[in-house]
Every structure is written in C-alpha cells, then in structure tokens.
C-alpha cells in the first residue's frame, strides 16, 4: 500500500515555473514507476510523464516535452515535476500515480494522490 501526497501547484503567469512534488509512504516506494497526469475541466485525464522504478528512464507527452522534467529520489520516497515554460494550457489539476512500471495508461497505476491546482494565467 503506497499513500501519495502532491504539493508546488499555485497560480503562475505565463512563462514560468513550477515545481511539483509528490511525497509517498511505506517502504515500497522504490518497487513502483510512477507518472503525472493532469486532468483540465471539462476533459479527461491525460498523460504527461512518467519514470522508471530507477529514476533511469522517463517518458513524456509531446505537450510537455522538452519544458517539464520529472525526477525522483527514492531515499527521500518523492518524485518531481519541474515545470518550465508553463502556458495557460497546462492549466489543470495535476495528479501523481504510483503502478507497475512506465506507463502512459491510468489504469497502469493503481495508487493516486489527491491532486494539486496548476493555473496558468495568460
């Protein structure tokens, strides 16, 4: 059993930068992969990147590709979302998941956190 805890959303302007963390519990935390998903009103849950049990391999939607960054530092049980670049698109309630390994899917994952508000303002 994995508990997650995101923290770092807020309101930004456009241009700036945001870093999101995701905070676990149990011992364990090293055995998941684990992703960000955001999910904006009105839409579905989307992908935007995960990472290997290691930290060794990360993935990421093209939307974000290139402006965000995901770590982890499994001696501290937290995984990152350094945000660059925000624009009013990434706008959206960000959620961390903890699952099997790299995945884009949500049903890959079966632990979530609550979720933390991004706003971008134009």
């Known amino acids: 059993q994995v508990q997650l805890v995101e923290s770092g959303g807020g309101l930004v302007q456009a241009g700036d930068s945001l870093r999101l963390s995701c905070a676990a519990s149990?011992?364990?935390?090293?055995?998941?992969?684990m992703g960000w998903f955001r999910q904006a009103p009105g839409k579905e849950r989307e992908f935007v990147a995960a990472?290997?049990?290691?930290?060794?391999?990360?993935y990421y939607a093209d939307s974000v590709k290139g402006r965000f960054t995901m770590s982890r530092d499994n001696a501290k049980n937290t995984v990152y979302l350094q945000m660059n670049s925000l624009k009013s698109e990434d706008t959206a309630v960000y959620y961390c998941?903890?699952?099997?390994?790299?995945?884009?899917?949500?049903?890959?994952?079966?632990?979530w956190g609550q979720g933390t508000q991004v706003t971008v303002s134009s």
């Open positions: 998941a903890g699952g099997v390994g790299l995945s884009t899917l949500p049903r890959a994952y079966s632990y």
């Open positions: 149990g011992r364990t935390f090293s055995s998941y992969g």
């Open positions: 990472i290997s049990r290691s930290g060794g391999n990360t």
